[in-house]
């Protein structure tokens, strides 16, 4: 019983982990300096900021340049 209920916390502890993402915010002022940084190139410009897609490793490389600190772990 407790070794199921373990596996069974353990795999949504393991499915929020798999989905975490960065998230761009209102702060972007638009500059690029992520998406140049994104080993994936996931990070593609909209409308009124960058965006971020599927793809994010979550590797953290574009919340270290961002100037406004617009970009974070979601
Ligand atoms: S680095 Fe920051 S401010 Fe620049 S485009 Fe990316 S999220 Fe926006
Ligand atoms: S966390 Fe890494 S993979 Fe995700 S958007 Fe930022 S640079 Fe790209």
Redesign the pocket.
């Known amino acids: 019983m407790l070794v199921t209920m373990g596996k069974k916390i353990l795999r949504v502890i393991l499915i929020l982990e798999v989905n975490k993402?960065?998230v761009v915010s209102d702060e972007c002022v638009k500059c690029g300096a992520?998406a140049d940084?994104?080993?994936?190139s996931?990070?593609t410009e909209g409308e009124t900021k960058y965006v971020?897609g599927d793809a994010?490793?979550?590797?953290?490389?574009?919340?270290s340049v961002c100037p406004t600190g617009a970009?974070a772990a979601e």
């Open positions: 993402m960065h992520c940084v994104c080993p994936v996931c990070i971020v994010c490793i979550d590797c953290g490389a574009c919340e970009i």
